[in-house]
Nanobody, 120 residues
Framework: QVQLVESGGGLVQAGGSLRLSCTASGSFVNINVMNWYRQAPGKQRELVAPITSGGHTSYANSVKGRFTISRDNAKNTVYLQMNNLKLEDTAVYYC??????????????WGQGTQVTVSS
């Protein structure tokens, strides 16, 4: 059993910054890919950025140059630094992770989400 808990969301003015954190807890061998997703009202959930256990990253076109994903494996934590926030970044942000709990037991987990609201 693994739990993901996000934090760091809030209300910020356009052009401002926020840093989201997500920490995994429980019993597992390792965490493979960790991801940040987001979902705005009335829209599909979209992948914002993934990061592998080795630190390889990628970004959705909409956030390239503004967001940075990173992780601290010793802390089982993934971060999303969000700079120059725009109104269209408003969404619930979800942490997601592929967790190796045992051989032949790779499971997908989701956090409960943290609200990011960008105002003009």
């Amino acid at each position: 059993q693994v739990q993901l808990v996000e934090s760091g969301g809030g209300l910020v003015q356009a052009g401002g910054s926020l840093r989201l954190s997500c920490t995994a807890s429980g019993s597992f061998v390792n965490i493979n890919v960790m991801n940040w997703y987001r979902q705005a009202p009335g829209k599909q959930r979209e992948l914002v950025a993934p990061i592998t256990s080795g630190g390889h990253t990628s970004y959705a076109n909409s956030v390239k140059g503004r967001f940075t994903i990173s992780r601290d494996n010793a802390k089982n934590t993934v971060y999303l630094q969000m700079n120059n926030l725009k109104l269209e970044d408003t969404a619930v942000y979800y942490c997601n992770a592929a967790v190796q709990e045992a051989p032949q037991d790779l499971n997908d987990y989701w956090g409960q989400g943290t609200q990011v609201t960008v105002s003009s």
